[in-house]
């Protein structure tokens, strides 16, 4: 067990429960969630579509859609292809822009949702991050900022900060300048050595590491000879990457002492406690949100009876009890 | 719906209703009917668990169809539903599809229903017409069913296009329901020769207003797109088609850019009004 993995909790209903299966509560940098299952960025919008179809209060909390300073529309279309497991998206940042998520987005999101939201924010330079920062910076609905240095899907930014320890650093200090809120750094599976790119972060005054992001791919349509996706390539997800998202929780785990987000094909209780076991505190579930929109709320309902069947009482005790 | 983890609902008053029509639903469905109605064409006829609970699909919406070995779900477009008994006509175009083609009556699909924007039979006025090209004559069906029983003096006219006359689909579904029904084939080896967009042409010519409709709705492919937007004198919506990932509004996967900002043609979409297409 390391360090992290037995931060105390103040909640004294939880310490009391200690029946296998009761105690799905974890603390992700200094906020308590019910449940560590969190529908990751880009597959959950700004969450009240989906309170029309569950209470979406069940959720541990949500990442919601990457927002950049000024709206985009993103890339062209086709930028969805299906792949063996899971889909390659080239969506590229849509979204309304940080002015209009504050001033709309999270006053519908107030109405539906108690709990805090996690924002996850994108750029394409480091003012970009601290503008969008200090946009959000002031609303009290979200508890975490996620900060994205690892998007596929546009050029000039995105991906090419997390692929670079230095750029990762300077966009991770940056922010740190502007926010008191804990600020989580989602880096991309697209590197060499990931540990290196999060011990950076951690250096740089990061309070965790978000991983992974999508991995680079393609698909050729083999009636038109052409890219399936308009820009040629964009991010897989879904099961199929699982393994490789696993690996890489159980690097970075070892290499950092601050809280790791797991994420990468999650789609069952079962895979939220393996993340889990990596070393991940909290589990991000994306793809699977678009195949099945109630399948966070089933995770959810689904985790007591996956602890019973692997002997747990207590979900916050397993963080990171594969690491040898 | 109830929290599993809280147990009972956050107080947080209703949550509003987002969507014109019933929200969208996960259900079963076993397929009582699956074979070829034309060359290239099947109907598919599934019987709904549970239905909607007495709310109705809009024409023009679709259901996400889970398709068994594949990740992502597909799209078909409603043909008609009434009672909890789903109709839909496709064509086998892809792994999807194909699938779909060879099922059997008594297996069960997951669907997601039902899905989208669809057309306003509100707008038809006395004398719309509907232009179908294609599989995209079969969502047509269910809005001349709606359009007629909100307004049964309405003149239907329904100008459809295939390619060959083996191809026809729902002509005699269209002329039970009282349309005027013209059929247009490529080879000229049924109906018309040439394009179901040609038929705009007849009614404007020597109309009296020099439009000849209050209001056309179509669905088909592009080129016929294209010919309608050069020959339309009135107003009117397309039903278009884009790759999707979720289906439901999430993944911002088939956003088009509209005169009104984005559509995603999944949750805003598929059906766009004629006034807000960019056409580029």
């Not at chain 1, 919008?45 to 569950?54: K, P």
């Not at chain 1, 394409?124 to 996620?146: N, P, R």
């Amino acid at each position: 067990m390391t360090e992290k993995s037995t931060a105390k909790t103040k909640d004294s209903k939880a310490k009391a429960s200690r029946t296998e299966g009761k105690n799905t509560a974890v603390t992700l940098c200094g906020i308590r969630l019910d449940n560590p299952v969190i529908p990751a960025s880009g597959t959950f919008g700004y969450g009240y579509e989906f309170a029309q179809y569950y209470d979406i209060n069940c959720l541990g909390t949500f990442s919601f859609k990457g927002t950049t300073l000024e709206p985009r529309f993103g890339n062209p279309t086709p930028r969805i292809a299906e792949c063996q497991s899971g889909l390659i998206n080239s969506v590229g940042l849509q979204n309304p822009g940080a002015h209009a998520v504050v001033s709309e987005e999270l006053p519908k999101l107030a109405k539906v949702f108690k709990k805090k939201v996690m924002a996850n924010v994108s750029g394409f330079s480091k003012e970009d991050y601290v503008e969008t920062v200090k946009i959000l910076e002031a609303t009290e609905q979200i508890g975490w900022l996620e900060i994205n240095i690892s998007c596929p899907n546009v050029h000039g930014g995105g991906m090419a900060f997390g692929t670079d320890p230095k750029a990762a650093a300077e966009i991770t200090k940056a922010v740190r300048g502007v926010t008191k809120k804990p600020l989580i750094i989602k880096l991309t599976p697209n590197v060499t050595d990931i540990t290196e790119i999060a011990k950076a972060c951690e250096e740089a005054g990061a309070d965790g590491i978000s991983l992974i992001n999508t991995m680079l791919g393609m698909r050729i349509d083999l009636k038109t000879k052409r890219p399936v996706i308009a820009n040629t390539m964009g991010g897989y997800s879904g099961p199929g990457v699982f393994p490789v998202a696993l690996r890489m929780v159980y690097q970075v785990a070892r290499a950092v002492k601050i809280p790791v987000v797991g994420l990468g094909g999650v789609s069952s209780a079962e895979n939220v406690i393996e993340m889990m076991l990596a070393g991940a505190t909290a589990v991000q579930v994306g793809s699977a949100n678009l195949v099945n929109p109630y399948a966070c709320r089933d995770i959810v309902s689904d985790l007591p009876r996956a602890m019973r069947k692997c002997g747990i009482g207590t979900l916050e005790k397993i963080i990171g009890a594969a690491q040898l | 719906m109830t929290c599993p983890q809280i147990g009972k609902k956050a107080n947080l008053g209703p949550v509003p209703k987002l969507e014109k029509g019933c929200v969208m639903k996960k259900l079963d469905a076993i397929i009582t009917e699956n074979k070829e109605v034309a060359k290239n064409y099947l109907k598919m006829v599934l019987e709904v668990s549970g239905g909607l609970g007495g709310e109705e699909v809009l024409p023009g919406q679709f259901v996400n169809i889970e398709i068994p070995g594949l990740y992502l779900r597909r799209p078909i477009s409603v043909c008609n539903y009434e009672a909890g008994k789903l109709t839909l006509v496709y064509k086998p175009v892809g792994s999807g599809t194909e699938h779909m083609a060879g099922m059997k009556p008594g297996e069960k699909l997951d669907l997601l229903m039902p899905l989208g924007h669809g057309f306003d039979p509100a707008k038809a006025g006395e004398r719309p017409v509907l232009i179908g090209g294609g599989a995209g004559s079969a969502p047509l069906y269910l809005l001349a069913r709606t359009i007629k029983a909100a307004n049964p003096k309405a003149q239907i006219t329904v100008l459809l296009g295939f390619n060959e006359k083996a191809e026809v689909l729902l002509e005699a579904e269209f002329r039970a329901l009282g349309a005027d029904v013209t059929v247009y084939t490529v080879d000229g080896s049924y109906g018309t020769k040439g394009f179901a967009a040609d038929g705009l042409d007849s009614l404007t010519q020597g109309a009296a207003d020099a439009v000849g409709y209050t209001y056309f709705y179509a669905c088909g492919p592009m080129p016929m797109f294209r010919a309608i937007e050069a020959k339309a004198k009135g107003d009117g919506e397309y039903s278009f088609e884009e790759r999707m990932g979720c289906g439901f509004g999430a993944c911002m996967g088939c956003s088009h850019k509209t005169k009104n900002g984005y559509k995603r043609i999944c949750k805003d979409g598929p059906v766009l009004s004629r006034g807000e297409i960019l056409w580029d």
